[in-house]
Each structure stands twice: as structure tokens, then as C-alpha cells.
């Protein structure tokens, strides 16, 4: 039987829209930057209040992130639809710990937001970030003067955006894997939404090829240095990242796969991770950390980054996972700050440091901002954990020499605990 042509140009119709659907459109850089400030304008606008967990805003954000998933195609992996509730008790002391998944009277009711680009593989690739952060202030707040709105733009509205954009770029470039990207709740009160995801999955843990974090990734510095935590978890990597890193990032590489993000509820399950942060600053935990001081390009370099990444890394099969040593277990305890942030993505000799904090030993010994520690008392300082452990040796009253480089000039400081 002949069809007629209107039928002809319906069937043709149909046919054309299942094949564009099945592969994302090519996205210019510029396009892509402004979807990147889109989204991140949008989760720290002060209409979301800061996006605490179980808060209105939270709830603004994650229905943003979950119509943003339905919006390019992804399917529904949550446990109602692209929402995974859970409720957590908080501690009623400091000697507590919250019950996540445990319900009383004073139980808070958070979600992860999930969904899921299927390809028909037998392997999945997790891509995360976390989508709260610290509403009006609180316990984790390092703001005093009273209750204010903590945006978190970098904190983690960059981690989210990064994650909503290469769930639009990666599809039907790279089918040899699955692709879950999820947006986890309760990371700044302890990982709570990873955790909670990693104990109750929705597809299945051991099918889960390896994991990417994404948390704090926009304030790419002008040496567009990224910092990746978990490069020892799978001997893949070492080659992969190198390969994939086209656009000139300067990539300072840290093998633990432990760390305070939802990178290490996975890692803890035998599963290869990577976590990318573009670093610390003085706006962390504070209201200032906001859009207008965001490298929106930055952001997008890092999309495209992982994008290469990924696409490297899809052939590679089942990656093989290794245990890393716990860099933080070996942390000295301290009895005296110096009262600097230290820069942590700075990978050459010596602790350099990012900023001092006022009336601390270091302003006070006329220390600044980009100066290099290089000796401590009798100690050569040649890393960060080497500067640890030189700090952790004086208390309250002593004074030592400080060594520093300062541009050309080598200069020495007493510094007074």
C-alpha cells in the first residue's frame, strides 16, 4: 500500500526528531559560558536563601535541576521520579551523629536529584555535585556578625552547573558507558546525600564504572590551575587526564581518593573517583561568596574538559580501583595557627600562602598575600604537609624565624604565637 504524502512527510517527521534526540547538538564556547551563568545565577540567586537542606530554597533548586534533566531527555532515576527524599535527625549534641534515613519530630526531609542517560551499556560513569549549601549561616558558617544569606555561587552553584552541562553535552557522544548524574543534598552538613545514595542506590553499586566530583570548580586562577584528588584510585587515570587536557589547564594532581566531598561515599565503595576544585578562598563559608566573582569561562574549560575526559575514558572498559593512603590521617594536630589560607593549589617548593587573616601571627609579622614559606623554625618547608608539621610543633608564646620568598627577594619574619 502507498502512503500519502502527508503521511510520508509524518513518518519522515518522526524519524528525523528520534535521531536528533539521540545525539546532543554541538554547543559553541560561547553558547556554553552563558548557559554556565545561567544556572549558577539561578541557584544563588538570594530568592533560594542559600539553598540549606530541607529548606524551601533547596527545594527551589532541586525542582530546577530536575526540570533542566527532563528539559534534554534524561530519564527519571530517583525513587519519585528524578527526586530521591531522604530525611536525616540531626545530633542533639556535639557527641552525636545525625541519623540519615532515620524519621522523628525533629527530622529534616532533603533530596539528591537523579538522572540517567541510558545506553544500553553494562557499566555506569557517575557524575556528581552537591546543590546545598549553608541557607542563613550556622554551624558552618565562618561569618560573626549575625544571620545573612550565603549564596555559595562557588560553593557549590559552579559544581551543579558543571554537572547540568555535561549532562546536555555528553549525549550520544559516548555509549560504551551509562551516565547517571546526580545532584546530591547535605554535603556541607557531612555528606549526607551521597552517603544516603551510596547505602540505598538506584542502580545497581557494583555496576558503577568510577566517579566524578565536581565541588568549588569556579574560580579558575589566571595560572588555570585545577586541583584532581583521587588520580591513585585507578592506574587508568594517570594517562587519561594528561591526554584529554587540550585547553592548557595547569593540573595539580593528589592521589587520595578520601576528602571532605560526595566523592568519598564512592571511593569508600571500592569504586575510582576523581574530584576537580579550583581552590580555596576568603569568600568560603561567607555570605561574599557570590556570582559576580565567578570565572564563568573557567567553568566552561572545565566542562570541556571532562567532556574530553570522559570521551577518552569511554573505551577504556571496567577501570581498575585501587586503594589511595588517607592523606588526612596523617594531619598533625595543632595547638597554635599562623592565620593564613594556604594556596592549595600551589605545586612548587614551599607553602605559598592566599591570604591572612587580621591580627593573626602572620599580619603582625608583616607576612602577605602570595608570599612563599620555605622555613618554619629549623624546618625547611617543601610542601604543605611539611608545613603542617612544622606548625604543629609550637605553642602559644613561642616565637620562631619565618623564611619567605616574596617575588626575587628572600626575606626573613619572627613570627609570636
Keep these: 500500500m502507498i502512503k500519502k504524502p502527508t503521511q510520508l512527510l509524518l513518518l519522515l517527521s518522526a524519524m528525523i526528531t528520534v535521531n536528533l534526540s539521540c545525539t546532543a547538538p554541538e554547543m559553541d ?24 537542606f ?16 527532563k528539559n534534554i531527555g534524561l530519564e527519571p532515576k530517583g525513587t519519585d521520579g528524578y527526586f530521591q527524599e531522604f530525611s536525616v535527625t540531626p545530633p542533639s549534641n556535639p557527641h552525636e551523629k545525625a541519623k540519615i534515613g532515620g524519621q522523628s519530630d525533629s527530622s529534616l526531609v532533603g533530596r539528591n536529584v537523579i538522572g540517567y542517560l541510558n545506553n544500553n551499556a553494562a557499566q555506569t560513569v557517575v557524575i556528581g555535585a552537591h546543590f546545598d549549601h549553608l541557607g542563613m549561616g550556622g554551624a558552618g558558617s565562618l561569618h560573626r556578625d549575625g544571620e545573612a544569606i550565603h549564596n555559595g555561587a562557588d560553593d557549590n552553584a559552579s559544581g551543579t552547573a558543571t554537572v547540568m552541562m555535561l549532562a546536555q553535552l555528553l549525549q550520544g557522544k559516548t555509549t560504551e558507558n551509562n551516565y547517571l548524574f546526580i545532584a546530591f543534598s547535605g554535603e556541607e552538613n557531612g555528606l549526607w546525600g551521597s552517603n544516603y545514595f551510596t547505602k540505598h542506590p538506584t542502580i545497581s553499586l557494583d555496576s558503577i564504572n568510577y566517579m566524578l566530583n565536581y565541588d568549588m570548580v569556579g574560580r579558575l586562577n589566571e595560572e588555570r590551575t585545577v586541583a584532581v584528588h583521587g588520580t591513585g584510585t585507578s592506574p587508568t587515570w594517570e594517562d587519561v587526564l594528561d591526554i584529554s587536557n587540550a585547553d592548557s589547564l595547569h593540573l595539580v594532581k593528589k592521589e587520595s581518593g578520601v576528602g571532605p566531598s560526595d566523592h568519598t561515599s564512592f571511593y569508600l565503595n571500592d569504586i575510582p573517583v576523581l574530584h576537580f576544585f579550583t581552590g580555596q578562598h576568603d569568600d568560603y563559608h561567607r555570605p561574599s561568596d557570590d556570582t559576580e566573582k565567578i570565572n564563568w569561562e573557567g567553568i566552561a574549560s572545565i566542562v570541556r574538559y571532562t567532556e574530553a575526559l570522559v570521551t ?14 588517607d592523606e588526612s590521617s596523617n594531619t598533625p594536630r595543632f595547638k597554635v595557627g599562623l592565620g593564613v589560607v594556604p594556596d592549595y593549589l600551589f605545586d612548587g617548593e614551599g607553602m605559598r600562602i592566599d591570604g591572612v587573616s587580621e591580627d593573626k601571627p602572620a599580619k603582625k609579622a608583616g607576612l602577605e598575600k602570595g608570599d612563599i614559606v620555605v622555613q618554619l623554625g629549623d624546618s625547611t618547608i617543601t610542601d604543605m604537609m611539611s608545613y603542617m608539621r612544622a606548625l604543629s610543633t609550637f605553642e602559644k608564646g613561642d616565637s620562631t624565624k619565618a623564611v619567605i620568598k616574596r617575588g626575587e627577594e628572600q626575606l626573613e619574619k619572627v613570627i609570636v604565637f
Design 312 to 325: 577518552n575514558t569511554d573505551s577504556k572498559g571496567d577501570l581498575a580501583f585501587t586503594k589511595t593512603k
Design 54 to 69: 530541607g529548606s524551601e530554597g533547596e527545594l527551589k533548586a532541586a525542582q530546577y535541576i530536575a526540570d533542566h534533566f
Design 29 to 52: 564556547d560561547s553558547t556554553l559560558t552563558a548557559e554556565v551563568e545561567k544556572h549558577v545565577n539561578f541557584l544563588a540567586d538570594d530568592a533560594l536563601e542559600g539553598r540549606a
